[in-house]
């Protein structure tokens, strides 16, 4: 079994920045990739940013410039740097990873998600 915690989430002004972080534990054998989505109210889950396990990214086109994702692959974890946030960044960011266990073919593995508010 597989878990993903996330963390870093909060409340902040426009034109702020925050981190999340979001680790992962657990039978882990390989890590794929691991992304950031977000859900705002009433909308659909979308995804932010995607990291490979060779390092390349894909954004959406909505943060192209102000986030950006990096991974640490010797803690298994993956960050969102969030600069220059607007209100319509306001959503419950999930943590998504592609896992591979010991014998097992990759899986994917969502985290419980932390909440960011943009808002003066």
């Known amino acids: 079994q597989v878990q993903l915690v996330e963390s870093g989430g909060g409340l902040v002004q426009p034109g702020g920045s925050l981190r999340l972080s979001c680790a992962a534990s657990?039978?882990?054998?390989?890590?794929?990739?691991m992304a950031w989505y977000r859900q705002a109210p009433g909308k659909e889950r979308e995804l932010v940013a995607r990291?490979?396990?060779?390092?390349?990214?894909v954004y959406a086109d909505s943060v192209k410039g102000r986030f950006t994702i990096s991974g640490d692959n010797t803690k298994n974890t993956a960050y969102l740097r969030m600069n220059d946030l607007k209100p319509e960044d306001t959503a419950v960011y999930y943590c998504?990873?592609?896992?591979?266990?010991?014998?097992?073919?990759?899986?994917?593995?969502w985290g419980k998600g932390t909440l960011v508010t943009v808002s003066s």
């Open positions: 657990g039978s882990i054998f390989s890590i794929n990739n």
């Open positions: 998504n990873a592609v896992v591979a266990t010991a014998g097992f073919n990759a899986m994917n593995y």
């Open positions: 990291i490979g396990s060779s390092g390349s990214t």
